[in-house]
């Protein structure tokens, strides 16, 4: 692409970084922003560098959070016997919007997955045990998504987990394998959850 400006090019350049936005896109988008009134685009660039500068991720169950504690965490009316362990703050959203869950979170941060580099202590897995250990849990749900890198970590966190003697579930019902759990319909997510098994079921004995 030739560009009349440099200033036009380098916020392409910056745009087109974005996953899914190619340099089409990133070109429509800017001059978009360059039709806007510059309080607008002010706004908009504040809100970035805010949400850059200003995010917290809470220091229980380590979701995206405006405090240090988040807002799941410290309600008073949710079940704290029961820890559902997703992957990332999408997963929170997405269960969040069944309406079907009332219990805590516990946010991995990724998923177990060699090929990428990624092993168990690149992820919030030690602050899971210390909350378990801590003997307010009384069930742990574990819903990460159908693939191998979700399989591999579920198995991972039964083994660390199984010592406490608590139940151990996984979603199961509806989520077809290769199946990302921020794209399962809220229905079927809702469903899954209130569907819940016993992970010892799925192993080969
Ligand atoms: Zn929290």
């Known amino acids: 692409m030739n560009f009349s400006s440099r200033l036009l090019e380098d916020a392409v350049a910056e745009f087109s970084k ?13 001059l978009h922003l360059l039709n806007q009134q510059s309080e607008d685009v002010e706004k908009f660039s504040q809100a970035i560098t805010r949400l850059r500068n200003e995010i917290k991720y809470c220091k229980v169950c380590h979701n995206i959070s405006d405090l240090h504690i988040c807002e799941i965490c410290s309600a008073v009316k949710r079940d704290k016997s029961i820890i559902c362990v997703v992957e990332d703050t999408r997963d929170v959203m997405a269960i969040e919007n069944t309406n079907q ?12 997955s060699p090929i990428d580099g990624v092993g168990p202590s690149d992820l919030n897995i030690e602050s ?28 991972y966190l039964y083994k660390k987990l199984k010592e406490f003697n608590l139940p ?36 080969v004995k």
């Open 128 to 155: 899971l045990v210390d909350r378990v250990k801590s003997g307010e849990t009384g069930e742990i749900i574990l819903a990460l998504s159908a693939t191998m890198e979700g399989d591999t970590t579920i198995f």
């Open 168 to 203: 151990i579930t996984t979603i199961a019902r509806g989520i077809a394998f290769g199946g990302e759990l921020e794209y399962v319909d809220e229905i079927t997510l809702g469903r899954s959850i209130a569907t819940r098994i016993p992970y010892e079921n799925s192993l």
């Open 18 to 30: 974005l996953p899914g936005v190619g340099q089409k896109t990133a070109l429509r988008l800017v």
């Open 101 to 112: 869950y009332t219990g805590m979170y516990h946010v991995l941060g990724g998923l177990i």
